[in-house]
């Protein structure tokens, strides 16, 4: 199983960026997806969740600027991110479980300029 996130970059803050996370096979079909933070020296931080049924939670930090969606007939979940802020910057992970199992990917990496 692979979990490949896309998408990061360096953008200036106010900026949007659109982050993928592909699975292979259809992995995500029937499972809750979330997106995660890190960065330097801290520890990762849940940014936001969408169930298997496209219900969606966020972190107080990113409500009503991050939007997590999901297309499974792509295997793909997504997370906009808009009016974005240099305390933004982290490597942003995409994460699944099954059979009690957490599966990761390697992660994306996003700048904000200030």
């Known amino acids: 199983v692979q979990l490949v996130e896309s998408g990061g970059g360096l953008v200036q803050t106010g900026g949007s960026l659109t982050l993928s996370c592909v699975a292979s096979?259809?992995?995500?079909?029937?499972?809750?997806v979330d997106w995660y933070r890190q960065v330097p020296g801290k520890e990762r931080e849940l940014v936001a969740t969408?169930?298997?049924?496209?219900?969606?939670d966020y972190a107080d930090f990113v409500k009503d600027r991050f939007t997590i969606s999901r297309d499974d007939a792509k295997n793909t979940v997504y997370l906009q991110m808009s009016s974005l802020e240099p305390e933004d910057s982290a490597v942003y992970y995409c994460?699944?479980?099954?059979?009690?199992?957490?599966?990761w990917g390697r992660g994306t990496q996003v700048t904000v300029s200030s």
């Open positions: 969408i169930s298997a049924v496209g219900n969606t």
């Open positions: 994460k699944t479980t099954r059979n009690l199992v957490d599966y």
């Open positions: 096979g259809r992995f995500f079909s029937g499972k809750i």
